[in-house]
């Protein structure tokens, strides 16, 4: 029994990053065999920022379940470890790196994954279709503050000095920021677009990641890897190993079931959000940075996470 859960996880988390590799490794060769230039790649992730990022960011809200039941004390709980985890990353992260562009991409990195990709199927999985409905619950709550906050980060540390009302202005502008509040207020006055609008909308949104990992694996140089090790590895084993267990202890001793502290684990267990890669090259991070995130991290969270599910299982966490 126990080995059937543990060889099904291992088999999501293998379907779940396989899609990745192959967008990344697809834009790669695309760029080796000459078929498109690093100068089209930058303009066409412009575009994905500009253009596809807020169709994306306003589909999520407007497809939210009016008849979702919310669990308060697990969004709370959720919203708050985010909010308290990226204080602490702002208080430390600066004292460790120099560098104004790497800073934020580290941060976004460390704090925030592709908990809609990976979270909705794993839990379902696990916990049948209570867990789906929870973690669908919670994606609709987390995701727009990961990246609502990501954009508030990346915006503090876009070099040198930041001016507070030069901030709130680029906020406020900010192509994601805007997609999301469309999606609010037609969530909140339930404004439904007819099927001929609701279908180009939902294949858009659909079209994003693939387009933006497309990009990422035709930006990418292998050979800058080894230079950023040094905050890749750190940062990765924060994010895939410390914060996993920091949130399951913490979880435990808040009281939350199984299914509760899935969810919150799956928060940070996660590989890096794709689209951290797209904010930061358009925004003055770091983009090479925060795309090499992407790819190591999404390709060793298929052996990570097969790890906590295992361990879980063992503890008697799943089953």
């Not at 900010?174 to 469309?182: E, Q, R, T």
């Not at 800058?224 to 090790?229: E, G, R, V």
Request: net charge positive; hydrophobic share 55%.
């Amino acid at each position: 029994m126990e080995q059937g859960i543990r060889m099904r996880s291992f088999i999501i988390a293998v379907n779940a990053v396989m899609p990745f590799l192959i967008y990344i490794v697809f834009g790669y060769g695309v760029r080796l065999c000459g078929l498109a230039d690093e100068d089209f790649m930058n303009r066409l992730n412009k575009l994905i920022f500009k253009a596809f990022f807020p169709i994306l960011m306003f589909n999520n809200l407007y497809k939210v379940d009016h008849g979702l039941v919310l669990n308060w004390k697990l969004a709370v709980t959720a919203v708050l470890s985010v909010l308290i985890l990226q204080a602490l990353l702002i208080i430390t992260i600066p004292r460790m790196v120099s560098e104004n562009a790497k800073r934020g991409v580290i941060i976004q990195a460390i704090y925030r994954s592709n908990f809609v990709l990976f979270g909705i199927p794993l839990t379902a999985n696990l916990f049948g279709d209570e867990g789906a409905v929870l973690a669908s619950m919670m994606v609709a709550i987390v995701i727009p503050v990961y990246n609502a906050t990501a954009v508030i980060i990346l915006e503090m540390f876009h070099g040198g000095r930041t001016n507070p009302m030069a901030l709130v202005k680029n906020v406020c502008t900010n192509p994601l920021i805007l997609g999301a509040l469309v999606g609010l207020i037609f969530y909140v006055l339930n404004i439904k677009l007819p099927s001929s609008v609701e279908t180009p909308i939902s294949q858009f949104a659909a079209l994003t990641t693939p387009l933006a990992l497309f990009v990422l694996g035709g930006t990418l140089h292998f050979s800058a890897i080894s230079h950023n090790l040094k905050y890749i590895v750190p940062s990765m084993a924060v994010k895939l190993l410390v914060l996993p267990a920091v949130i399951t202890v913490i979880a435990t001793m808040i009281g939350f079931n199984n299914l509760e502290r899935f969810i919150l684990f799956e928060m940070y267990a996660t590989p890096v959000a794709t689209a951290s890669y797209s904010m930061a090259q358009n925004m003055g991070g770091d983009g090479e940075l925060a795309g090499q995130f992407v790819v190591l991290s999404t390709a060793a969270s298929v052996f990570t996470i097969f790890l906590w599910v295992f361990f879980f299982t063992g503890m008697g966490y799943i089953g």
